[in-house]
């Protein structure tokens, strides 16, 4: 055993852990699969398309994207889908060191919400490049850069990042 | 309708702890199962632990239990942990033991029943790790 076998706890090193102590190594298979419901559906295939589409309701005249079956501010089923521009406005971002997988990062990566222009303020989480992150003014233009259609699947990954509009 | 798939690569490295580790070990030197006694309680467990839940005393004196016990429950397996289908169904039991708390979840060789008496047998010493796996399957006395 280890140290002392205090009740308070046992400090362990890299070294324990590799070969002093008892461990129990666990990979589960954590896969999963979403259905992503009708109105994100038509938000997909519009990304596919290179399109990014929102809904609409008639009675509050809200424009929301990403699209929703039913408004929630009325709480009645959404009018009709509509073709955005793939411009907006940027809403907040954080400039991050660290990828999703917690590794270290170099070069950061910039995620941001994008408010969609022809939208009462509505937007997604996507990622900022092509600019410096000293550069990076909040309520700046900024525009979609998509991967190539044939690269295209169908997943907010369509759109590669947004750049800023140029000044 | 489209469908989003993904993975969480997630893996855990759990120690096993103070009185497990006691535990394991002496499964894996000795082929003998140890509990925990509680001094104030006077109660085995086993597992054993390194407080008794009752008074939260921290128990330190380890005692040989027999490798022999009853079934309190048992299943008979047809899937895996991940849902796959298995080759042929594995029966699995909770295995309590004499004049002590706790038990043993495991794999049962042959069929059982609840009360059945059955005993540890366990892997070749060369083959023992320091797992639970270490007892290879309980069998029917």
């Known amino acids: 055993m280890v140290s002392k076998t205090s009740p308070a706890g046992t400090a362990l090193s890299e070294n324990d852990l590799e070969q002093r102590v008892l461990t129990v190594m666990y990979h589960p298979r954590a896969k999963y699969a979403w259905a992503t419901g009708i109105a994100i559906s038509k938000f997909l295939g519009g990304l596919k398309e290179g399109r990014i589409l929102g809904s609409k309701c008639d009675r509050c005249g809200r424009t929301v994207v990403p699209p929703r079956v039913f408004c929630e501010y009325c709480f009645r089923h959404s009018d009709s889908y509509l073709e955005l521009p793939d411009s907006g406005t940027l809403n907040t971002y954080s400039v991050s060191y660290i990828s999703t997988d917690t590794t270290r990062l170099r070069v950061p990566i910039i995620p941001a919400v994008i408010e969609i222009d022809g939208t009462d303020k509505a937007g997604f989480l996507h990622i900022l490049g092509e600019i410096n992150p000293d550069m990076i003014k909040i309520g700046m233009k900024v525009k979609a850069v998509w991967k190539p259609s044939s690269e295209r699947q169908g997943s907010i990954t369509d759109i590669h990042h947004f750049k800023p509009l140029g000044e | ?141």
């Open chain 2, 1 to 141: 309708m489209t469908r989003v798939e993904g993975d969480f690569p997630v893996h855990f490295r759990y120690t096993v702890g103070i009185a497990a580790e006691k535990f394991l070990r002496e499964i894996k030197d000795n082929g003998r199962l140890i509990g925990g006694r509680c001094a104030k309680c006077e109660i085995i467990y086993m597992p054993p632990r390194i407080y008794c839940e009752r008074c939260m005393t921290t128990i330190e004196e380890y005692v040989n239990v027999e490798n022999t016990g009853t079934v309190e429950s048992c299943t008979s397996c047809h899937r895996d942990s991940n849902g796959e289908a298995l080759i042929s169904p594995t029966m699995v039991a909770l295995v309590r033991f004499n004049h002590t708390h706790g038990g043993i979840v495991h794999y049962v060789h042959g069929d059982v029943v609840i009360g059945d008496k059955v005993r540890a047998i366990f892997k070749e010493k060369s083959q023992r790790t320091g797992s639970i796996l270490d007892i290879a399957y309980f069998e029917r006395i």
